[in-house]
């Protein structure tokens, strides 16, 4: 092929290459990367802009035959608006620092491998980011404050790593995150701070976090908060809660009081309250009658509803 009927820039076409040489270069995962064909056309996972024929984006994984660490020459894809490495367990080491040079990326994912490591404070320069999600790895150390700084952040996804700490203060600034941490090593108590959070999907469960947590119910956007398995302890009787809210699970803490009366009138979905301290009558209304008792059982004395009646 001729170098001007190729559309491939000569610059992304070399980093595609040598990732190719650094994690599988005689896996069936590559066959298509052949130097003498064009990225732009005849690759597979690998897509350009119709305008510039840069190469827009790069979805690497699902495949149990690509071994080795994310290359740093990643960094020079800079065209890149989505790009994922998943569904590889042989993919190992850190995120190289490279990938804060992406700065038009729209959607970076990174789950179900063995990265390790901390999450880099310098994916703050990613100011494009809508997604963000590094779920499913062995990262450790804390959620960086820097992540704050990403101003148009929708989703960040960081569940079953071996993160600790807590939610940085930082992340009240957010206003609509969907934030998942769940199954992590975090602790302590949640920063008062973020009752100024815009999260519309906050998910807290299995990790240690302990201390008051009502503040979170007031956020006007949520529609759904994850709070099972901690040690969260607060009075549960006069939270308030967002009127479009549809999934609430604050199984297995130590929460204690009554059952609100409005969460009769919330559009529930999934919901279970079980394994707390809570007592009193379970509220009456069309909604709450959709579950049944292992969303009540456990608690210091529930009765009604579908437990046994009230004495």
């Known amino acids: 092929?001729?170098?001007?009927?190729?559309?491939?820039?000569?610059?992304?076409?070399?980093?595609?290459?040598?990732?190719?040489?650094?994690?599988?270069?005689?896996?069936?995962?590559?066959?298509?990367?052949?130097?003498?064909?064009?990225?732009?056309?005849?690759?597979?996972?690998?897509?350009?802009?119709?305008q510039t024929n840069r190469v827009k984006y790069l979805t690497?994984?699902?495949?149990?035959?690509?071994?080795?660490?994310i290359p740093p020459i990643v960094g020079q894809l800079t065209?890149?608006?989505?790009?994922y490495f998943n569904d590889m367990p042989?993919?190992?080491?850190?995120?190289?620092?490279?990938?804060?040079?992406?700065?038009?990326?729209?959607?970076?994912?990174?789950?179900?491998?063995?990265?390790?490591?901390?999450?880099?404070?310098?994916l703050y320069r990613l100011k494009k980011l809508n997604i963000l999600d590094?779920?499913?790895?062995?990262?450790?150390?804390?959620?960086?404050?820097?992540?704050?700084?990403i101003p148009n952040l929708q989703k960040l996804t960081l569940q079953k790593n071996q993160l600790s700490g807590s939610i940085p203060e930082s992340f009240s600034s957010f206003k609509n995150l969907a934030l998942q941490v769940s199954d992590n090593n975090l602790s302590g108590p949640i920063p008062k701070s973020l009752s100024q959070a815009g999260f519309s999907w906050l998910d807290l469960s299995n990790?240690?976090?302990?201390?008051?947590?009502?503040?979170?119910?007031?956020?006007?956007?949520?529609?759904?908060?994850?709070l099972r398995n901690n040690a969260f302890s607060f009075d549960f009787s006069n939270v308030?809660?967002?009127?479009?809210?549809?999934?609430?699970?604050?199984?297995?803490?130590?929460i204690y009081g009554s059952l609100p009366r409005q969460l009769s009138q919330l559009p529930l979905q999934v919901f279970n309250v079980s394994y707390n301290q809570l007592c009193g009558p379970v509220p009456t209304g069309k909604?709450?009658?959709?579950?049944?008792?292992?969303s009540f059982e456990n608690n210091k004395c529930l009765c009604g509803g579908p437990l046994p009646a009230c004495k």
């Open 60 to 69: 690497i994984g699902q495949n149990n035959e690509l071994i080795g660490q």
């Open 1 to 50: 092929m001729s170098p001007k009927a190729e559309l491939c820039h000569p610059n992304d076409k070399n980093a595609l290459l040598e990732i190719k040489a650094h994690l599988g270069p005689n896996t069936t995962f590559f066959s298509s990367w052949q130097p003498n064909t064009d990225c732009c056309k005849t690759w597979y996972n690998v897509g350009c802009d119709n």
């Open 79 to 83: 065209g890149l608006e989505v790009l």
């Open 207 to 226: 990790n240690q976090f302990i201390g008051d947590a009502s503040f979170l119910f007031r956020n006007p956007k949520l529609i759904l908060i994850y």
């Open 90 to 122: 042989g993919l190992t080491g850190l995120i190289p620092s490279s990938i804060s040079n992406l700065v038009n990326l729209q959607d970076l994912e990174f789950f179900r491998t063995n990265l390790t490591g901390s999450i880099p404070q310098s």
């Open 134 to 149: 590094l779920s499913e790895n062995k990262f450790n150390g804390l959620i960086p404050a820097s992540l704050s700084r």
């Open 287 to 294: 909604w709450l009658t959709r579950f049944g008792a292992d």
């Open 240 to 254: 308030v809660f967002n009127s479009r809210l549809q999934g609430l699970d604050v199984s297995h803490n130590m």
